[in-house]
Protein backbone atom coordinates (compact mmCIF):
# COMPACT_ATOMS: atom_id res chain seq x y z
CA UNK A 1 0.00 0.00 0.00
CA UNK A 2 1.69 3.98 -1.01
CA UNK A 3 0.67 6.05 2.40
CA UNK A 4 0.97 9.69 2.40
CA UNK A 5 2.11 10.62 6.07
CA UNK A 6 1.96 14.56 6.78
CA UNK A 7 4.30 15.58 9.48
CA UNK A 8 5.93 12.80 8.71
CA UNK A 9 9.43 14.02 10.44
CA UNK A 10 7.38 15.30 13.59
CA UNK A 11 7.18 13.66 17.12
CA UNK A 12 3.65 11.13 16.07
CA UNK A 13 4.33 10.96 11.86
CA UNK A 14 7.77 9.88 12.24
CA UNK A 15 6.34 6.89 14.50
CA UNK A 16 3.69 5.68 12.24
CA UNK A 17 6.14 6.17 9.07
CA UNK A 18 8.60 4.26 10.42
CA UNK A 19 5.98 1.48 11.15
CA UNK A 20 4.34 1.26 7.87
CA UNK A 21 7.82 1.64 5.82
CA UNK A 22 8.92 -1.32 8.51
CA UNK A 23 5.28 -3.49 7.24
CA UNK A 24 6.89 -3.10 3.89
CA UNK A 25 4.47 -0.20 2.62
CA UNK A 26 5.63 2.31 0.17
CA UNK A 27 5.82 5.82 2.12
CA UNK A 28 5.75 9.69 1.82
CA UNK A 29 6.23 12.18 4.02
CA UNK A 30 5.87 15.93 4.62
CA UNK A 31 7.39 18.11 7.02
CA UNK A 32 9.36 20.74 8.31
CA UNK A 33 12.49 18.74 9.41
CA UNK A 34 14.07 17.14 6.72
CA UNK A 35 16.99 15.73 8.77
CA UNK A 36 14.20 13.87 10.76
CA UNK A 37 13.05 11.56 7.39
CA UNK A 38 12.28 8.14 8.18
CA UNK A 39 14.96 6.09 6.33
CA UNK A 40 13.42 4.84 3.46
CA UNK A 41 10.43 7.44 2.70
CA UNK A 42 9.65 9.86 0.10
CA UNK A 43 10.19 13.36 1.42
CA UNK A 44 8.03 16.47 -0.09
CA UNK A 45 7.89 19.82 0.85
CA UNK A 46 6.91 20.61 4.11
CA UNK A 47 3.34 22.33 2.65
CA UNK A 48 2.02 21.03 -0.37
CA UNK A 49 1.90 23.75 -2.52
CA UNK A 50 3.50 23.14 -5.62
CA UNK A 51 3.37 19.49 -5.25
CA UNK A 52 3.76 17.79 -8.82
CA UNK A 53 0.29 15.53 -7.79
CA UNK A 54 1.23 13.00 -10.16
CA UNK A 55 3.72 12.12 -7.15
CA UNK A 56 0.75 11.25 -4.94
CA UNK A 57 -1.99 9.93 -7.46
CA UNK A 58 -1.16 6.38 -6.39
CA UNK A 59 -1.56 7.16 -2.58
CA UNK A 60 -4.41 4.77 -1.37
CA UNK A 61 -3.84 6.10 2.01
CA UNK A 62 -3.42 9.29 4.44
CA UNK A 63 -1.86 9.98 7.83
CA UNK A 64 -2.57 13.67 8.38
CA UNK A 65 -0.83 14.48 11.50
CA UNK A 66 0.63 17.72 10.35
CA UNK A 67 -1.06 20.62 12.32
CA UNK A 68 -0.64 23.77 14.81
CA UNK A 69 -0.64 22.37 18.09
CA UNK A 70 0.45 25.13 20.32
CA UNK A 71 -2.74 25.77 22.54
CA UNK A 72 -1.26 28.87 23.73
CA UNK A 73 -1.30 30.07 20.26
CA UNK A 74 -4.29 32.83 20.43
CA UNK A 75 -4.06 33.53 16.51
CA UNK A 76 -7.51 31.99 15.66
CA UNK A 77 -7.34 32.95 12.03
CA UNK A 78 -3.59 31.14 12.00
CA UNK A 79 -5.33 28.16 14.00
CA UNK A 80 -7.49 27.77 11.19
CA UNK A 81 -5.81 28.24 8.44
CA UNK A 82 -3.20 25.22 9.84
CA UNK A 83 -5.56 23.38 10.84
CA UNK A 84 -8.97 23.70 9.04
CA UNK A 85 -8.48 25.05 5.97
CA UNK A 86 -5.23 23.38 5.16
CA UNK A 87 -6.91 19.75 5.68
CA UNK A 88 -10.14 20.54 4.02
CA UNK A 89 -7.33 21.44 1.00
CA UNK A 90 -5.90 18.33 1.55
CA UNK A 91 -8.61 16.07 1.63
CA UNK A 92 -9.93 17.71 -1.24
CA UNK A 93 -6.77 17.66 -3.14
CA UNK A 94 -6.44 13.60 -2.23
CA UNK A 95 -10.26 12.63 -3.69
CA UNK A 96 -9.41 14.54 -7.26
CA UNK A 97 -5.55 13.75 -7.73
CA UNK A 98 -5.43 10.30 -6.35
CA UNK A 99 -6.15 6.83 -5.56
CA UNK A 100 -6.59 7.69 -1.40
CA UNK A 101 -9.80 6.13 -0.54
CA UNK A 102 -8.97 5.69 3.18
CA UNK A 103 -8.24 8.95 5.65
CA UNK A 104 -6.82 8.91 8.76
CA UNK A 105 -6.31 12.08 11.06
CA UNK A 106 -5.46 13.74 14.11
CA UNK A 107 -8.00 15.03 16.28
CA UNK A 108 -7.88 15.61 20.04
CA UNK A 109 -9.32 15.15 23.30
CA UNK A 110 -8.77 19.00 23.53
CA UNK A 111 -12.30 19.26 21.80
CA UNK A 112 -14.58 18.17 25.31
CA UNK A 113 -13.05 21.32 27.27
CA UNK A 114 -14.49 20.51 31.06
CA UNK A 115 -16.93 19.23 30.08
CA UNK A 116 -18.75 15.80 32.37
CA UNK A 117 -15.97 12.73 32.51
CA UNK A 118 -15.87 10.46 31.39
CA UNK A 119 -15.52 11.93 28.10
CA UNK A 120 -17.38 9.92 25.32
CA UNK A 121 -17.45 10.82 21.18
CA UNK A 122 -21.11 11.71 21.76
CA UNK A 123 -20.92 14.45 23.96
CA UNK A 124 -21.72 18.03 23.39
CA UNK A 125 -17.76 19.13 22.77
CA UNK A 126 -16.72 22.43 24.54
CA UNK A 127 -13.78 23.94 23.49
CA UNK A 128 -11.92 26.34 25.25
CA UNK A 129 -9.02 27.49 22.97
CA UNK A 130 -8.59 28.17 19.21
CA UNK A 131 -6.87 24.76 19.03
CA UNK A 132 -9.55 23.00 19.90
CA UNK A 133 -12.18 24.96 18.06
CA UNK A 134 -9.74 23.96 14.74
CA UNK A 135 -9.82 20.26 15.93
CA UNK A 136 -13.65 20.45 16.48
CA UNK A 137 -14.36 21.73 13.21
CA UNK A 138 -12.46 19.17 11.15
CA UNK A 139 -14.27 16.58 13.06
CA UNK A 140 -17.71 17.80 11.55
CA UNK A 141 -16.32 18.33 8.18
CA UNK A 142 -14.12 14.93 8.00
CA UNK A 143 -17.28 13.50 8.90
CA UNK A 144 -19.34 15.13 6.17
CA UNK A 145 -16.09 14.64 3.68
CA UNK A 146 -16.59 10.54 4.10
CA UNK A 147 -20.49 10.60 3.28
CA UNK A 148 -20.30 12.83 0.31
CA UNK A 149 -17.21 10.99 -0.89
CA UNK A 150 -18.49 7.68 0.06
CA UNK A 151 -15.06 7.38 1.82
CA UNK A 152 -13.11 5.63 4.85
CA UNK A 153 -12.06 8.47 6.92
CA UNK A 154 -10.72 8.21 10.89
CA UNK A 155 -10.13 10.54 13.10
CA UNK A 156 -8.43 9.64 16.41
CA UNK A 157 -9.15 11.99 19.66
CA UNK A 158 -5.37 11.72 21.15
CA UNK A 159 -5.04 12.51 24.34
CA UNK A 160 -1.12 13.57 25.66
CA UNK A 161 0.94 11.28 23.62
CA UNK A 162 4.16 10.83 24.55
CA UNK A 163 7.69 9.09 24.15
CA UNK A 164 10.74 8.88 22.23
CA UNK A 165 10.98 11.28 19.61
CA UNK A 166 9.45 14.71 20.84
CA UNK A 167 12.22 16.76 22.47
CA UNK A 168 12.73 18.77 19.02
CA UNK A 169 9.24 20.38 20.41
CA UNK A 170 9.91 22.62 23.29
CA UNK A 171 7.95 23.75 25.48
CA UNK A 172 4.87 21.78 23.36
CA UNK A 173 6.12 18.37 24.26
CA UNK A 174 4.31 16.58 26.84
CA UNK A 175 4.41 17.40 30.30
CA UNK A 176 6.35 13.69 30.81
CA UNK A 177 9.28 14.88 28.82
CA UNK A 178 9.41 18.14 30.11
CA UNK A 179 9.78 16.62 33.17
CA UNK A 180 12.08 13.69 32.67
CA UNK A 181 14.35 16.24 31.18
CA UNK A 182 14.26 18.58 34.16
CA UNK A 183 14.78 15.73 36.67
CA UNK A 184 17.41 13.97 34.26
CA UNK A 185 19.46 17.67 34.07
CA UNK A 186 19.63 17.63 37.96
CA UNK A 187 16.96 20.27 38.55
CA UNK A 188 15.84 19.70 42.24
CA UNK A 189 12.51 21.50 41.94
CA UNK A 190 9.72 21.38 39.16
CA UNK A 191 6.41 23.59 39.01
CA UNK A 192 3.05 22.87 38.73
CA UNK A 193 -0.38 24.76 38.82
CA UNK A 194 -1.82 24.43 42.14
CA UNK A 195 -2.56 22.39 43.79
CA UNK A 196 -1.17 19.69 41.86
CA UNK A 197 -4.55 17.64 41.76
CA UNK A 198 -5.73 18.10 38.31
CA UNK A 199 -6.16 14.58 36.47
CA UNK A 200 -5.04 13.94 32.82
CA UNK A 201 -4.59 10.62 30.52
CA UNK A 202 -1.53 10.22 29.02
CA UNK A 203 -1.15 7.31 26.34
CA UNK A 204 2.16 6.01 25.12
CA UNK A 205 3.42 6.29 21.53
CA UNK A 206 3.82 2.80 20.87
CA UNK A 207 -0.15 2.60 21.15
CA UNK A 208 -1.19 5.46 19.39
CA UNK A 209 0.71 3.88 16.05
CA UNK A 210 -1.29 0.58 16.57
CA UNK A 211 -4.53 2.62 16.84
CA UNK A 212 -3.66 4.15 13.56
CA UNK A 213 -2.53 1.15 12.40
CA UNK A 214 -6.16 -0.12 13.19
CA UNK A 215 -7.48 2.29 11.45
CA UNK A 216 -5.96 1.79 8.33
CA UNK A 217 -7.53 -1.59 8.50
CA UNK A 218 -11.17 -0.23 9.18
CA UNK A 219 -14.18 -0.23 7.25
CA UNK A 220 -16.12 2.80 8.15
CA UNK A 221 -16.04 6.43 8.91
CA UNK A 222 -16.21 6.96 12.59
CA UNK A 223 -14.45 9.32 15.59
CA UNK A 224 -12.43 7.42 18.04
CA UNK A 225 -11.11 8.25 21.49
CA UNK A 226 -6.92 7.57 21.54
CA UNK A 227 -6.46 7.20 25.10
CA UNK A 228 -5.99 5.16 28.06
CA UNK A 229 -9.44 5.57 30.42
CA UNK A 230 -6.87 5.68 33.14
CA UNK A 231 -6.11 9.70 34.24
CA UNK A 232 -3.20 10.54 36.89
CA UNK A 233 -3.36 13.40 38.82
CA UNK A 234 -0.13 15.75 38.02
CA UNK A 235 1.05 15.04 42.06
CA UNK A 236 1.25 11.52 40.30
CA UNK A 237 2.88 11.76 37.93
CA UNK A 238 6.25 13.45 39.90
CA UNK A 239 5.92 10.79 42.01
CA UNK A 240 6.18 8.27 39.37
CA UNK A 241 8.88 10.03 37.54
CA UNK A 242 10.55 9.74 40.96
CA UNK A 243 10.47 6.62 41.77
CA UNK A 244 11.92 6.06 37.66
CA UNK A 245 14.30 8.43 38.10
CA UNK A 246 15.58 9.16 40.94
CA UNK A 247 17.18 6.75 44.12
CA UNK A 248 15.79 9.27 46.74
CA UNK A 249 11.94 9.48 46.05
CA UNK A 250 11.70 12.09 47.68
CA UNK A 251 14.47 14.20 46.35
CA UNK A 252 12.48 16.05 43.52
CA UNK A 253 10.59 19.10 45.42
CA UNK A 254 7.34 20.68 43.82
CA UNK A 255 6.75 24.31 43.56
CA UNK A 256 2.90 25.23 43.46
CA UNK A 257 2.07 28.12 41.16
CA UNK A 258 -0.79 29.92 39.78
CA UNK A 259 -1.89 28.95 36.57
CA UNK A 260 -2.01 32.12 34.34
CA UNK A 261 -4.80 31.21 31.77
CA UNK A 262 -7.24 29.35 34.27
CA UNK A 263 -10.10 29.67 31.33
CA UNK A 264 -8.89 27.98 29.22
CA UNK A 265 -7.23 24.55 31.09
CA UNK A 266 -8.81 21.21 31.43
CA UNK A 267 -8.74 20.51 34.72
CA UNK A 268 -10.04 16.43 34.27
CA UNK A 269 -9.27 14.61 31.28
CA UNK A 270 -10.80 11.18 31.43
CA UNK A 271 -12.03 9.37 28.85
CA UNK A 272 -14.42 6.41 28.16
CA UNK A 273 -12.51 3.82 25.80
CA UNK A 274 -15.70 1.63 25.56
CA UNK A 275 -16.48 2.76 21.66
CA UNK A 276 -12.59 2.17 20.23
CA UNK A 277 -12.54 -0.96 21.90
CA UNK A 278 -15.50 -2.13 20.93
CA UNK A 279 -15.59 -1.09 17.31
CA UNK A 280 -12.04 -0.15 16.36
CA UNK A 281 -10.37 -3.22 18.31
CA UNK A 282 -8.24 -1.03 20.32
CA UNK A 283 -6.93 -1.24 23.78
CA UNK A 284 -3.78 0.61 24.96
CA UNK A 285 -1.24 -1.84 25.73
CA UNK A 286 0.86 0.19 28.03
CA UNK A 287 -0.16 1.81 31.40
CA UNK A 288 1.59 4.85 32.74
CA UNK A 289 4.52 3.36 34.72
CA UNK A 290 5.07 0.60 31.95
CA UNK A 291 5.00 3.67 29.20
CA UNK A 292 7.12 5.54 31.08
CA UNK A 293 9.21 2.71 31.72
CA UNK A 294 10.02 2.06 28.37
CA UNK A 295 10.24 5.22 26.96
CA UNK A 296 13.56 6.01 29.36
CA UNK A 297 14.85 3.05 28.39
CA UNK A 298 14.90 3.43 24.62
CA UNK A 299 15.53 6.89 24.48
CA UNK A 300 19.20 5.62 26.22
CA UNK A 301 19.65 2.65 24.21
Known amino acids: MIALVTGGTGFVGSHIARTLL ?12 PERIPRGAKFLPHCLNGVDWRDLEKVEVLFHQAANNNTLDFNHKQMMRANFYAACDLFLALIHHSECDKFIYASSTAVYGNGQVPFSENDK ?61 GEKEVCLFKDGS ?30 TGNPYTFNEIIALLNTCLCEDKNEIDVKYIDNPKPEIFQN ?17 KYDLNAGIRDYLINEQS
Open 198 to 227: QRREWIYIKDVVEANMLAMQFQGSEIFNCA
Open 125 to 185: PRPLNSYAMSKLRFDQYAMEFAKRYNVNVVGLRYCNVYGCGEDHKGHRASMITQLANKIKN
Open 22 to 33: EQGHEVIVTGSC
Open 268 to 284: NIETNMSKSQEILGFAP
